[in-house]
């Protein structure tokens, strides 16, 4: 320590409080005073850096100290999932598969290390926990993913379908949704079958099959879907983690299969009984309350959430009281709460067994019982398995008079969780659940610890008002909370908000606390013996309530369309939420810093309204969007693709395709064209392209054959529906060409984006998005110049035989992205010095599929001609035209 430092470390004195002057007494404690402190010639005028350093030391004490304190209370545990969960998340979303023998190394040698330091090192004992931890949440992630080996089916097929309902669920008056183990195929036989499907049948009896039942019949077959849009819900994951290999419908109702017996073993049967179980309670409630009301109390009793109309969804949805139809700790929570009050109650009238016999833990273990029945016949869903992992840890801790209600609790419950589903880290009900629950414990320990003001304040008042006070503040404190946490989450995952969310819940919350789940936990502890009909009844008079309420909140304004957050968000606010949630001292209200951030992010980095292309991965809709206005190729788009796309990028009215009739007769699909109609082909392209340019930016389409428009940026977008060949006139009149048929060619020779369904079945959906232009800019990806280019492989020109084939010498048919592979680049204008006067137009390309190796896209890569999995190739981040960059 230098003397600079040593006197700022010994500089404590203060200028005196009358202004330096010193009168009476106070003169010869000055003068002592003075002959004390060393001399130094920067006393009296410290420099602004010794001010800044005494602060940093200040600071560095504060935080040493917090640290201690955060410490001492054990917060450092409770960081445990957040670690876990983020190595099993960046397991997840890597494009291929880390080695796993060098996974497991680091992750030894990362707890070797946090152990060797525990005691000399604690900063850095913790953080080769956290990487440790880390990893072996990544570790979790591909041994669950390995555990599970789901075979997905790798095409499209119509095939005869032989199996077992393992589940059902209702989804409208004769149409079932059924849950198969595939037992066999035939007329054709699968030669890579998946083990089980999800199967839609419509018509037949109205009671449908029964759970176990072996069926058959006709069905289409399909591969999960993928992302709608790049960053989108991901639906060969979820059906990967569920074990569900393909979906699809029967073509009409199926018939049972009696010659074919299902091999059964003992947890085949139990889950089976438990479906049965589920099923039959589902009826019996149907039976009792038709309609909506009985719908409502199926999703609350057993999960069946399909039954329910989209009205009333997204009524409910609307007025932020989604989380009423998700089975998690509020129905678990109040289940086991109800029944284990009743039994409190019921033991304190026998005074003498209450003081003989700790009632308090026989009704914890009663709970405890009626939760885990409750988890078996919900579904067993992510929310549910949360709920009751966490009540049960706090009923156990009640059993061994331990704090229930803890943070701690959480952690380990999210723990427990993460070992055994950590693919669940990605999906927004566990995130949400645990969110909301970890808010919830430490709001309520910030109320405990400011109550005794507002204890004496409400102890004035009479008992008859203080219940209600009490109870509807804590339902506005509890959906105030709820609401705020999951919120980032909501927008994250949905795209929207519930403004009247809390109003909603203040509404409802009551009807459901009161009088819904009450009825509900009566009706089944009745309904073995017969008596549960007027608990059921209630309980459709509470739902119906909730659903007027709900519908009532969503006509004051209904949800609010956020679009999709930008990349970052969540991350930033989910590490402030751990900061400020976990945390017990003033360090806490650093993580209002990236919670900041976040918002900042959100509000201030939204995207440009600029023009981009869509592409459905099946090429079933194309549009092209503008200043947020879609212009489609389709009048009546597939709801299920178009609806993900208006809520991510919050689309306003979409713009319908012109159609026009076709002059000649279409040919068959697969019938080779002659040469008169491939030139008449030509010349009706040529009208549509040219009606295309009169209506910019929306699509003409020849009925059945064809649409074309025209981007407001100057490229043309045809999209190829009938006949395969006509994607080789496309490529001499538009730049863009998306076909929905293999056209036999992946490459245009006039350098044409070419979008074949053997390209969006390894890339997904596309969207393609156009960027500022830059002078003597440079595709990395292919030469896409209009101008006729001779062709580097020599090719003749395009000429047609006899039967009206095309020569396919006039098309490359080298695998799409060669030039990147050999490094080749080329110039927007393809180096012509005609051209020099053409703007460079450039759009990236954004595939929705970019980890096509892992176990839940790889069947995108089976061929089943030869029965083995293909090397994928590249695509181009990037095309560009020449032309008129508008």
């Known amino acids: 320590m230098d003397e600079r430092d040593a006197w700022l470390s010994d500089l404590t004195w203060e200028r005196p409080a009358n202004g330096g002057e010193n009168r009476g007494g106070n003169r010869t404690e000055a003068a002592s005073e003075s002959q004390q402190l060393p001399h130094h010639p920067l006393r009296q005028r410290p420099l602004f850096s010794d001010i800044f350093l005494r602060q940093i030391a200040r600071a560095r004490r504060f935080v040493a100290s917090s640290l201690a304190d955060e410490s001492a209370h054990g917060r450092a545990f409770l960081f445990s999932p957040v670690f876990i969960g983020a190595g099993a998340a960046w397991w997840l979303a890597r494009p291929f598969s880390p080695g796993l023998i060098s996974l497991i190394l680091l992750t030894l040698l990362s707890a070797l290390a946090a152990v060797s330091l525990r005691y000399s090192r604690r900063a850095l004992a913790f953080a080769a926990a956290a990487v440790a931890l880390f990893l072996a949440g990544g570790l979790l992630a591909q041994l669950e993913t390995a555990r599970r080996s789901t075979t997905v089916l790798d095409s499209t097929v119509t095939t005869h379908v032989t199996g077992q309902i393992e589940a059902r669920e209702r989804t409208g008056e004769t149409s079932w949704r059924y849950q198969i183990q595939l037992l066999k195929t035939d007329d054709p036989v699968i030669q890579r079958p998946p083990e089980r499907l999800t199967l839609v049948a419509r018509g037949g009896d109205a009671a449908g099959f029964a759970v176990g039942s072996v069926i058959s019949g006709t069905a289409r077959l399909s591969p999960p879907s993928g992302p709608a849009l790049p960053g989108l819900v991901d639906f060969a994951f979820l059906s990967y983690f569920d074990g569900i290999g393909a979906i699809g419908f029967f073509y009409g109702p199926p018939q049972l299969a009696h010659d074919i017996a299902a091999t059964d073993g003992l947890a085949r049967r139990m889950a089976l009984a438990i479906e049965q179980l589920r099923d039959a309670i589902g009826e019996r409630v149907r039976a009792v309350l038709p309609g909506e009301s009985g719908a409502f109390a199926n999703a609350i009793i057993i999960g069946e959430r399909r039954g329910m109309a989209d009205t009333t969804l997204n009524a409910l949805r609307n007025a932020g009281l989604a989380h009423v139809i998700a089975i998690s700790g509020l129905h678990m929570a109040l289940a086991a709460g109800i029944f284990f009050a009743s039994l409190r109650i019921g033991f304190a009238l026998f005074p003498r067994f209450a003081e003989a016999v700790a009632t308090k833990k026989i009704a914890a273990g009663g709970a405890l019982c009626t939760a885990s029945l409750y988890l078996a016949i919900s579904g067993m869903q992510v929310s549910a398995r949360r709920a009751f992992i966490m009540l049960a840890i706090m009923l156990i801790a009640a059993i061994f008079d331990r704090a229930a209600l803890s943070l701690r609790n959480v952690a380990v419950a999210a723990i427990i969780v993460l070992f055994f589903w950590p693919s669940e880290v990605l999906g927004p009900s566990l995130q949400m659940s645990f969110a909301a629950t970890a808010a919830l414990i430490s709001g309520y320990g910030l109320w405990v610890g400011r109550t005794a003001e507002r204890g004496e304040g409400l102890a004035r008042l009479p008992a008859y008002v203080q219940l209600p006070i009490a109870f509807l503040g804590g339902i506005m404190l509890t959906s105030l909370i709820g609401g705020v946490s999951t919120a980032p989450y909501a927008l994250e995952h949905f795209h929207r908000a519930a403004p009247y969310g809390l109003l909603g819940n203040l509404l409802a919350m009551p009807v459901i606390t009161l009088i819904v789940m009450p009825a509900g936990l009566m009706a089944m502890l009745t309904m073995p013996f017969g008596l549960d009909a007027p608990f059921l009844i209630l309980m459709g008079k509470g739902l119906d309530v909730v659903i007027s309420i709900a519908r009532h909140v969503d006509a004051l304004g209904g949800m609010i369309n956020t679009g999709q957050p930008p990349r970052g968000f969540l991350l930033l606010f989910s590490a402030g939420f751990v900061i400020a949630v976990f945390l017990k001292t003033r360090l806490r209200w650093l993580g209002l810093l990236p919670i900041a951030a976040s918002m900042l992010l959100f509000v201030l980095t939204r995207p440009p309204d600029q023009t981009a292309i ?74 549509t392209l040219n009606e295309a340019r009169r209506t910019i930016g929306r699509f003409v389409c020849r009925d059945k054959t064809w649409c074309i428009a025209v981007t407001p940026d100057g490229p043309a977008v045809a999209v190829i529906t009938g006949h395969k060949a006509y994607a080789q006139t496309a490529c001499d009149h538009a730049e863009i060409i998306i076909t929905t048929r293999n056209p036999g060619f992946d490459r245009c020779r006039s350098g044409s984006f070419l979008v074949t369904p053997s390209l969006l079945r390894q890339a997904g959906a596309l969207r393609l998005d156009r960027v500022a232009p830059k002078a003597n800019s440079v595709s990395a990806a292919l030469q896409t110049t209009k101008a006729a280019a001779p062709d580097p492989a020599g090719a003749k020109p395009r000429s047609i035989d006899a039967q009206g084939a095309t020569d396919r010498n006039a098309y490359s048919e080298r695998p799409f992205g060669d030039d990147r592979k050999t490094g080749n680049s080329f110039s927007c204008d393809g180096g012509k010095s005609s051209l020099q006067r053409s703007g460079c137009i450039r759009f990236s390309v954004t595939p929705a599929i970019s980890n096509i190796t892992r176990a839940w896209q790889q069947h995108r890569l089976y061929d089943w001609h030869s029965r083995s999995f293909a090397t994928p190739s590249p695509l181009p981040a990037d095309v560009s035209f020449s032309g008129s960059a508008g």
Do not use: C, H
Not at 640 to 665: C, M, N
């Open 614 to 687: 869509l592409i459905a991965e099946n090429a079933s809709l194309v549009a092209i969007v503008s200043d947020r206005v879609p212009s489609l190729s389709r009048s009546r788009p597939p709801s299920f693709i178009y609806d993900q796309w208006q809520q991510a990028l919050r689309l306003k009215k979409a713009v319908d395709p012109l159609t026009t009739k076709a002059e000649t007769a279409v040919p068959d699909a697969d019938a080779p064209l002659a040469a008169d109609q491939f030139a008449a082909a030509g010349r009706e392209m040529d009208e």
